[in-house]
């Protein structure tokens, strides 16, 4: 049981690159979420998807896309890379509400955006 | 809209003493609360959590936690720190009703302890 997978961990960007960060989940939930993390800030929602088929914006969803690929998979595309999105991203799943609740997170990946 | 404070962002503690970590919230609706954990280039790992029942919630790694809703607070508490416990820590709010879960993190505090 692997639970939250992210990749790559580790990723060198130049400004207007793209990329797609992946993350699946082996737990069988149907919620799942990516974050950003920024030092003194806490970690940040960006989009997430509550069950397959549906993505909603979270608090800081500008200059991101993302897909629910289908219920493991959750992917976050950076179309045109900024040096503000420098940052570590972390994916989540999560039990529903009543059920548990509680949120298992990815190891995360460092992206940095010269 | 929900919100996290966590008084200080940086915590120094003697291995031994007692551990407390602050955090207070803001909610509209009846408060699921959580803190996690953060070691040094890891994820998140769940440390306690209060849905509903009993205010006083005890967690991994002889953490606990009390919910006070007069006091809109749900501080971190641990008896006797020991080195293993340095690391980050989170406390956290939840959204949403049903199916997502919308996590609000307050800024984290970052736990030292002096042998």
């Known amino acids: 049981n692997a639970g939250v997978t992210q990749t790559p961990k580790f990723q060198v960007l130049k400004t207007g690159q793209s990329m797609t960060l992946q993350c699946a989940q082996d737990m069988n939930h149907n919620s799942m979420y990516w974050y950003r993390q920024d030092p003194g800030m806490g970690l940040r929602l960006i989009y997430y998807?509550?069950?397959?088929?549906?993505?909603d914006k979270g608090e800081v969803p500008n200059g991101y896309n993302v897909s629910r690929l289908n219920k493991r998979e959750f992917s976050l595309r950076l179309e045109s890379a900024a040096p503000s999105q420098t940052s570590v991203y972390f994916c989540?799943?999560?039990?529903?509400?009543?059920?548990?609740?509680?949120?298992?997170f990815g190891p995360g990946t460092r992206l940095l955006v010269l | 809209a929900q919100s996290v404070t966590q008084l200080g962002s940086h915590v120094s503690v003697s291995e031994g003493a007692l551990v407390l970590l602050r955090c207070n919230y803001s909610?509209?609706?009846?408060?699921?609360l959580f803190w996690y954990v953060q070691y040094p280039n890891q994820g998140l790992q769940l440390l306690l959590k209060?849905?509903?029942?009993?205010?006083l919630v005890k967690g991994i790694n002889g953490f606990e936690a009390e919910f006070k809703k007069s006091e809109t607070s749900f501080h971190l508490t641990k008896p006797s720190a020991h080195m293993s416990d340095a690391a980050e820590y989170f406390c956290a709010v939840s959204e949403g009703w049903g199916g997502a879960q919308k996590l609000v993190f307050g800024q984290g505090t970052r736990l030292t302890i002096n042998p």
């Open positions: 209060y849905t509903t029942g009993a205010t």
């Open positions: 909610s509209s609706v009846p408060p699921y």
């Open positions: 989540a799943s999560s039990e529903p509400r009543g059920k548990g609740e509680t949120q298992y």
């Open positions: 998807s509550a069950s397959e088929g549906t993505t």
